[in-house]
Nanobody, 115 residues
C-alpha cells in the first residue's frame, strides 16, 4: 500500500491550493479516504473524509465552508481543495486510509500560509 501526496507549498492568506494523493496497492474504490493535518506542536487532526459509496463527505464544522474533498476512482486519487486559506491552516497534510490490511499514511505534504 502506498499513498503519495503532492500539491503542497507556500500560499498567501486568502489563497487556494489543491492537494492530491495517489493511492496504490489496494482496491481504492472500496474504501473511504481521509485527509489529516498536523501543525507544529499540535496533534494530528482529521480535516476531511470521503466515503466509497456515493462520495458523501465529512468535515469538521470549522473547515466545511472552505475545504472540499473529492476522488477519482479511475485514477486512484483523492483530492483536497482548500480555499480562503488562513495562517492557521499551516501544517503538514497527510492522506490516510483504513483498509483490510491495516491503517496507512502518506509521507505528508507541507502547506505554509504566509504573507
Amino acid at each position: 500500500v502506498q499513498l503519495v501526496e503532492s500539491g503542497g507549498g507556500l500560499v498567501q492568506p486568502g489563497g487556494s491550493l489543491t492537494l492530491s494523493c495517489a493511492a496504490s496497492g489496494f482496491t481504492f474504490s472500496r474504501y473511504a479516504m481521509n485527509w489529516f493535518r498536523q501543525a507544529p506542536g499540535k496533534e494530528r487532526e482529521l480535516v476531511a473524509t470521503i466515503t466509497k459509496f456515493n462520495n458523501s463527505a465529512y468535515y469538521p464544522d470549522s473547515l466545511k465552508d472552505r475545504f472540499a474533498i473529492s476522488r477519482d476512482n479511475a485514477k486512484n486519487t483523492v483530492y483536497l481543495q482548500m480555499n480562503s486559506l488562513k495562517l492557521e491552516d499551516t501544517a503538514v497534510y497527510y492522506c490516510h486510509c483504513n483498509i483490510q490490511y491495516g491503517s496507512f499514511w502518506g509521507q505528508g505534504t507541507q502547506v505554509t500560509v504566509s504573507s
